[in-house]
C-alpha cells in the first residue's frame, strides 16, 4: 500500500503455533543458543520453569506483517520498540496484530501500534515507525 491508501485504525493479525522446531531453526539463524530456549532440564530450573521461545521470534512476526501486509510491498522499517510482558511457550499460538496508529503523510512515515497475544494475554507490546511507498 503506498501513504495515500493507509488510514488511521487500520489493521491486520496473523496467527502462528510456535513448535519446538521454530525454536532450534530460530537460534540457529540468529545464533541465540541460550538453554533456557532450547534444553528442556536447564529451563526446568528457571523462573519459567520450562523452555521458552526467543521474544525475537514472536517479534519477527511483526515485521512480517509489516513487509508483506500492512503496508506491504516496499516498506522500510525505521525503528521498533518492544516490551516484553510474558513468555510464549512451544505450543502456543501468537497472534500478531499490527494497527495505524499515526499518518505524517509529507514525510511518508506511519506509526503503527504492534502487539502479540497468546490467547488474551498480550505477551510482546510495542510501535513501528516505518517509511512508507508514495502514491503512484
Same mark, same amino acid.
Given at each position: 500500500?503506498?501513504?495515500?491508501?493507509?488510514?488511521?485504525?487500520?489493521?491486520?493479525?496473523?496467527?502462528?503455533?510456535?513448535?519446538?522446531?521454530?525454536?532450534?531453526?530460530?537460534?540457529?539463524?540468529?545464533?541465540?543458543?541460550?538453554?533456557?530456549?532450547?534444553?528442556?532440564?536447564?529451563?526446568?530450573?528457571? @523462573?519459567? *520453569? $520450562?523452555? =521458552?521461545?526467543? &521474544?525475537?521470534?514472536?517479534?519477527?512476526?511483526?515485521?512480517?506483517?509489516? /513487509?508483506? #501486509?500492512? @503496508?506491504? *510491498? $516496499?516498506? =522500510?522499517?525505521? &525503528?521498533?520498540?518492544?516490551?516484553?510482558?510474558?513468555?510464549?511457550?512451544? /505450543?502456543? #499460538?501468537?497472534?500478531?496484530?499490527?494497527?495505524?496508529?499515526?499518518?505524517?503523510?509529507?514525510?511518508?512515515?506511519?506509526?503503527?501500534?504492534?502487539?502479540?497475544?497468546?490467547?488474551?494475554?498480550?505477551?510482546?507490546?510495542?510501535?513501528?515507525?516505518?517509511?512508507?511507498?508514495?502514491?503512484?
Amino acid at each position: 500500500m503506498n501513504i495515500n491508501e493507509l488510514s488511521i485504525g487500520q489493521s491486520a493479525e496473523t496467527s502462528k503455533i510456535i513448535t519446538q522446531q521454530d525454536i532450534k531453526m530460530f537460534a540457529t539463524v540468529s545464533g541465540d543458543h541460550n538453554p533456557v530456549h532450547l534444553d528442556a532440564a536447564f529451563a526446568a530450573a528457571t @523462573p519459567f *520453569k $520450562g523452555v =521458552i521461545a526467543h &521474544g525475537m521470534l514472536s517479534a519477527s512476526f511483526i515485521s512480517a506483517i509489516l /513487509g508483506t #501486509t500492512l @503496508p506491504g *510491498k $516496499g516498506t =522500510i522499517y525505521l &525503528g521498533q520498540n518492544l516490551k516484553f510482558l510474558s513468555p510464549v511457550r512451544p /505450543g502456543d #499460538t501468537v497472534k500478531t496484530v499490527v494497527t495505524v496508529k499515526e499518518i505524517h503523510a509529507e514525510k511518508r512515515r506511519v506509526i503503527c501500534q504492534t502487539a502479540c497475544y497468546v490467547g488474551e494475554t498480550k505477551v510482546i507490546d510495542g510501535e513501528a515507525t516505518l517509511l512508507v511507498p508514495a502514491a503512484s
